[in-house]
T-cell receptor, first 116, second 111 residues
Framework: EPEVTQTPSHQVTQMGQEVILRCVPI?????FYWYRQILGQKVEFLVS????????KSEIFDDQFSVERPDGSNFTLKIRSTKLEDSAMYFC??????????????FGSGTRLTVV | AQSVTQPDIHITVSEGASLELRCNYS??????LFWYVQSPGQGLQLLLK??????LVQGIKGFEAEFKRSQSSFNLRKPSVHWSDAAEYFC?????????FGAGTILRVKS
């Protein structure tokens, strides 16, 4: 079964440093997403991406965040200057078409980011 | 605003016992509803989904869920729990091509 692959599984970084979280979506999928889950809290939508541009973003996704599809296979989330409150599990997801009703997402296993 | 409430943070059941995890949603239109499971160190795996039609939905691993519009609920059930079902379960509603999740319910299974 096709998978969404995320690397690394765990990353520790110092406050103020830049981090890049990487995702390889399913190969024929066109829509890409990032979600995050702060420990003990809900899974929250960050951003959706289609056709090389952001299609929707949440209020969490401020100027310190950016997303990119640098090549035909990777989808990255960059956090420019990490803060302690960025510590969370970050999930990547992809879907073949918009609208979850018929197609659904496939989620990756997540990257646990710890900011110290 | 769209929201999902899972009133039980933790539930403990004995192996072989039945299970029901509660989920209530707030959504103006006909909801598209999902249940996901997350095992430790794993990603979010889709258990089942409801779009329309039959209000009793069958999923993987022997789970089912029933959509009740009058109660704005989408409770997850399993007739006989296995130790491997211990995990965190998330209910979610689709809103504008994204998912709005509940806070999750941690299921513990005792032998």
């Amino acid at each position: 079964e096709p998978e969404v692959t995320q690397t690394p599984s765990h990353q520790v970084t110092q406050m103020g440093q830049e981090v890049i979280l990487r995702c390889v979506p399913i190969s024929n999928h066109l829509y890409f997403y990032w979600y995050r889950q702060i420990l003990g809290q809900k899974v929250e939508f960050l951003v959706s991406f289609y056709n090389n541009e952001i299609s929707e973003k949440s209020e969490i996704f401020d100027d310190q965040f950016s997303v990119e599809r640098p090549d035909g296979s990777n989808f990255t989330l960059k956090i420019r200057s990490t803060k302690l409150e960025d510590s969370a599990m970050y999930f990547c997801a992809s879907s073949a078409l918009p609208g979850l009703a018929n197609y659904g997402y496939t989620f990756g296993s997540g990257t646990r980011l710890t900011v110290v | 605003a769209q929201s999902v409430t899972q009133p039980d943070i933790h539930i403990t059941v004995s192996e072989g016992a039945s299970l029901e995890l509660r989920c209530n949603y707030s959504y103006g239109a006909t909801p598209y509803l999902f249940w996901y499971v997350q095992s430790p160190g794993q990603g979010l795996q889709l258990l089942l989904k409801y779009f329309s039609g039959d209000t009793l939905v069958q999923g993987i691993k022997g789970f089912e869920a029933e959509f009740k519009r009058s109660q704005s609920s989408f409770n997850l059930r399993k007739p006989s729990v296995h130790w491997s079902d211990a995990a965190e379960y998330f209910c979610a509603v689709e809103y504008g091509n994204k998912l709005v999740f509940g806070a999750g319910t941690i299921l513990r299974v005792k032998s």
